[in-house]
């Protein structure tokens, strides 16, 4: 009996281990939001047996018995247990991990975690830069990120934006953040860079997260970090994109030939009246000489105007130019990107080729540029790994010049008058106008040339060396080399080529900076402890080669090269280089997963400074919390997450220069036929580093799984600023830079998003930042320094306008007017041009300009600036929104005041808001009287042309459709993926001009106007 029993749950135990051998399980892994995980680990619990999902989140297992447990980890998910129950299909949606709401995010000299993280830095992921039809990303950075001001003055294709983080961190030297590119610092154009081969971006703003890197970190820094190989299967990715740009708004309107004209009658007529002439004599006067103030009559008719000064009626209307629309033109934009990654455990390859082409909104301005890289990491034993990060480009731009002068056809465009036309009746180009005499700039855009080439290899290698497993050593040599090429010719026949039978100058520069690092980590792991140790050594230069040389002469039209002219000019060549050595460490601590603490400290010795202060030492401590970690806080189920953290730090500037310490001399010096030298600058072995402190605080938070807000309050404090202070004229010199100038920047940062609902069919989430920022000067070396539009004085923002305040005009002549601001100091006594307001303002005014003192009228930085991005998505389609926003700066529009002459340059071109101008029948206006040669100067520089420079913009919108997996399996690809985007499609604001987004300092400079962009594109998955 007993043997028959044993028989029997042997055969029992035997048939249950057959079927559980059998059981097979399959599914697909997809997140929140539907799309497939792959490489997901799947482990059966319990057990060594171990998968993981394909490209397409699709797993299978063999599972022991029916009653397993499938563990599902995969990075920045929460992990995932579920019981097989006699199942054979297991799918699975896995969530955001909230405990750790960040992966690892890229650091100096390293990674870390947000959680462990006590510094302030915001990582920027490639979802912002994907589908942007901009030629560079930091375009693309714009309203994404707190205390990151992201400004661009220029449409010219190719142009890079102007960044600022928190503020503006000196008067004299540089104010721009150093940018890393995988670990080395560059000194070139980012604008080489491809954005479709950038993985992630973090903004290091403090001094706890940038002053590792010293003297090089005093305005921020931005790490970019590129794509690198995966092991596992190759893919192969195709990314191309169509689209089409034009001039981002219309502007404030010009006049058009019949109202230049009647104008400049008008203008003739007044100057008559002010000369006495009769109202008969006046008549005829204007009637006389308005074709020769105009240049051109545009009409049929030898006399097309009445005595009123107005058009006849069937007068036939001849020429009626717009030279806008002559210069500007829809641009085509091209972006076409192939990548390969791939690789084993041993070996990871990122191969990528790029090419971009923005043919530009005006004539004679484009912009192509080819890049190609390569990022391969090797693991060449247990201990042991190399890899090169490596990046060649090749760009070629047609860039008009910018400015007042006659060649920047921006502006020339703006001031020829409509009755201007482009072409003679023979077909040939018209060079005369009154504006800009012999510079047309449709002409121009044909016979001149403006080229400019970049050849640039970025390499970067390393080998990494794991002594133990907490123990490690990584040296890296970065080579950063730009072979620049420049073209500028001027036709013989017109412009500024016209005087010398046409030039032609050529340039050249060779750009080489090298970087080198070893660096040790040391990293200690304890069940509640954990400690992080740096400690290295650093080198790096640069070296700028540039040769430079022209010709006049030439003898036929068209031809560029030096041979061809006939008058060499004198040729000029120079060679500046800087080096820098640097020794640096830092320590980071864990206690229980609940307090972080670091501190770093590094040593800088650069060429730029004399021996008395050729050594600069920068440090940072900070310190966070993580709250809700805490035992009093784990029954608060509605914090999923709760930090505070604070740093205090110093960096470094010495962006001012090469030999700023040197006594110099200058060569070219001509002594009665004899050649010479000739003193230039000062011996200054006192000059010193400029030096920025840094203090931060702040929390961020995960609140009811779905909200999650950040605040910060900063304090960046800058001493030993640099700045000209003026000599005695004994000296010889007029001024010697010195370390008296002292600034701050203040200010708040608050950043929200809130997942509104989520789940596996649709999504919807919502997002804000806004950024304050006071700029105050501190000190000077002076008491005011006036430059331009703005005044610089202690208490004050270093970007304050300083302006003759406008009053209008005076209705009883037409006569501009300025307020008096009569303070009497310094002994000085009322004008006697003042009098009481006519326009019932209670104040003094004048209408002489010199008698009007100026005023402090605002800053051109904002108040507050920032973004709003919104995204929704139901199954396959997406929508997302960006917009960004700044409020409360102020714009100088010089461009408008050029086009608001008042008569002051006659035959000019002026805005359609003149009409307005003051006659007897027209005295309450804000438009003074047109007179033609007007020098009543209401045209000068005052708050008339002051506008409020705020606005909201939709930066980006895009609606992108994935194809559904099923038929992307059917065609044999992994994903296909095709949208549709618009850049800058729509702005609100009161300014007057084409683009309030402009220059830091706030005053138009007659460039290119924004861009907007309509494109369409796809991604191709293999």
């Known amino acids: 009996m007993k043997n028959l029993l044993l028989f029997f749950l042997l055969q029992s135990f035997t048939t249950a281990a057959l079927f559980a051998q059998d059981r097979i399980v399959r599914g697909k892994i997809v997140d929140e939001k539907g799309e497939e995980l792959p490489i997901v680990n799947i482990k059966v619990l319990g057990s060594n047996i171990v998968t993981v999902s394909d490209m397409g989140g699709n797993y299978q297992i063999t599972v022991p018995s029916d009653t397993s447990t499938l563990v599902y980890t995969f990075i920045g998910m929460a992990t995932q247990y579920e019981r097989v129950n006699n199942r054979s299909i297991v799918n699975v949606t896995m969530e955001q991990d909230l405990q750790h709401l960040e992966e690892v995010m890229v650091v100096a000299y390293g990674t870390t975690t947000k959680e462990a993280f006590t510094g302030s830095a915001e990582t920027i992921d490639d979802e912002v830069l994907k589908d942007r039809a901009v030629t560079s990303f930091d375009k693309a950075l714009q309203g994404t990120t707190p205390g990151l001001m992201v400004s661009s003055s220029s449409g010219q294709p190719g142009s890079a934006a102007t960044i600022r983080i928190r503020g503006i961190g000196s008067i004299s030297a540089g104010s721009a953040p150093l940018y890393v590119l995988d670990g080395v610092p560059m000194t070139g154009s980012i604008t080489d860079l491809n954005p479709n ?16 890197y010293g003297s090089r970190a005093a305005n921020g820094v931005i790490l970019i970090t590129t794509n690198q190989g995966k092991s596992g299967e190759t893919k192969i990715s195709l990314n191309s994109q169509f689209g089409v740009s034009s001039r981002i708004s219309d ?312 041979l061809w002219g006939s008058q060499p000019s004198k040729p000029s060549s120079s060679t500046t280089e800087w080096t820098l050595v640097s020794y640096l460490g830092q320590a980071k601590f864990d206690i229980k997963d609940r307090y972080y603490f670091s501190g770093s400290i590094r040593t800088d010795g650069s060429s730029r400074f004399g021996q008395n202060h050729k050594y600069g030492v920068f440090y940072s401590i900070g310190g966070g919390w993580r709250i809700n970690n805490e035992n009093f806080m784990r029954d608060i189920s509605w914090i999923n997450h709760l930090k505070i953290r604070s740093s205090y730090g110093t960096s470094g500037n010495n962006n001012i220069g090469n030999y700023s310490f040197l006594g110099l001399y200058g060569g070219g010096a001509d002594y009665s036929g004899f050649p010479g030298l000739t003193p230039t600058q000062l011996d200054n072995q006192d000059i010193r580093w400029e030096k920025i402190s840094n203090f931060n605080v702040g929390f961020e938070s995960r609140l009811v799984r779905n909200l999650t807000l950040s605040a910060e309050y900063y304090i960046r404090h800058s001493d030993g600023l640099l700045y000209s202070k003026p000599l005695s004229a004994s000296k010889g010199i007029g001024s010697v830079l010195t370390n008296l100038g002292a600034m701050d920047n203040k200010g708040f940062e608050v950043a929200m998003s809130y997942d509104i609902k989520t789940n596996s069919d649709f999504y919807s989430t ?257």
């Open 251 to 562: 502007g404030y309107a010009l006049m058009n030939s019949s109202q230049i004209y009647e104008h400049s009658w008008r203008g003739l007529y007044n100057r008559a009246l002010n000369d006495n002439l009769s109202a008969e004599e006046a008549i005829e006067h204007a009637h006389e000489n308005v074709e020769g103030v105009v240049g051109f009559n545009p009409f049929s008719s030898e006399r097309p105007l009445g005595d009123d000064g107005k058009v006849i009626d069937g007068t036939h209307l001849h020429t009626n130019t717009n030279w806008r629309d002559e210069l500007y033109k829809n641009g085509l934009v091209n972006n076409h990107n192939l990548n390969i990654s791939g690789g084993n455990d041993l070996t990871k390859v990122f191969f990528s080729l790029g090419y971009y082409d923005d043919t530009g909104i005006i004539l004679s301005s484009d912009y192509t540029r080819y890049t190609s890289k390569v990022n391969v990491s090797h693991k060449i034993n247990d201990f042991l790994t190399a890899g090169v990060n490596s990046m060649l480009s090749y760009s070629k731009t047609n860039a008009p010049p910018n400015g007042s002068q006659g060649s920047n056809p921006v502006r020339s465009v703006e001031v020829i008058n409509a009755a201007s036309p482009v072409y003679n009746d023979d077909g040939t180009y018209n060079w005369d106008n009154k504006a800009v005499l012999d510079f047309n700039p449709v002409g121009l855009a044909e016979k001149d040339k403006y080229l400019y080439e970049t050849k640039r290899g970025v390499l970067n290698s390393y080998l990494n060396v794991d002594f133990t497993k907490s123990l490690s050593f990584k040296t890296t040599l970065g080579i950063d080399n730009s072979i620049n090429k420049g073209l500028n010719y001027y036709n013989r026949e017109h412009g500024n080529g016209e005087g010398v039978d046409g030039r032609s100058v050529m340039s050249q520069s060779d750009n080489l900076t090298w970087n080198v690092s070893n660096l040790f980590n040391y990293n200690l792991y304890r069940e509640n402890f954990s400690v992080t140790l740096l400690a290295g050594q650093e080198a790096a230069g640069q070296s700028i080669a540039s040769l430079s040389s022209g010709v006049t002469g030439f003898a036929v039209d068209g031809y560029y090269d030096l």
């Open 766 to 1022: 919502i997002g804000f930042n806004i950024s304050t920022n006071k700029n105050t000067v501190l000190k000077l070396t002076t008491e005011q320094v006036v430059s331009g539009t703005k005044l610089i004085e202690e208490g004050a923002s270093l970007y304050q306008f300083y302006l003759t305040e406008w009053a209008g005009v005076d209705p009883s002549n037409g006569k501009p007017l300025w307020y008096v601001n009569y303070t009497g100091q310094d002994g000085t006594e009322l004008p006697a041009s003042a009098f009481q307001d006519p326009n019932g303002s209670d104040r003094l005014v004048t209408s002489e300009y010199g008698d009007a003192e100026r005023v402090r009228l605002g800053t051109a930085l904002p108040t507050v600036f920032g973004g709003v991005n919104y995204s929704v998505g139901y199954k396959n389609l997406e929508l997302s929104l960006l917009f960004s926003y700044s409020y409360g700066n102020k714009v100088y529009n010089h461009d408008y005041a050029t086009n608001m002459h008042d008569g002051q340059a006659p035959g000019n071109n002026l805005a359609a808001d003149a009409l307005n101008a003051w006659t007897p029948d027209n005295i309450y206006t804000n438009v003074p009287r047109y007179v033609v040669n007007n020098t009543d100067r209401g045209n000068e520089m005052s708050s008339r042309f002051l506008e409020d420079g705020s606005y909201v913009r939709l930066k980006n919108v895009t609606l992108a459709y994935r194809l559904p997996s099923r038929l992307c399996n059917k065609m044999g690809i992994s994903g296909l993926r095709a949208y549709v985007s618009g850049e800058n499609l729509w702005t609100l604001t009161n300014y007057k001009g084409f683009d309030p987004e402009m220059s830091i300092n706030g005053v138009t400079g007659s460039n290119i106007p924004g861009v907007k962009v309509v494109s369409t594109g796809f991604n191709l998955d293999f």
């Open 197 to 212: 081969d950038i993985a992630s971006i973090t903004v290091l703003k403090d001094a706890a997260a940038a002053s590792l």
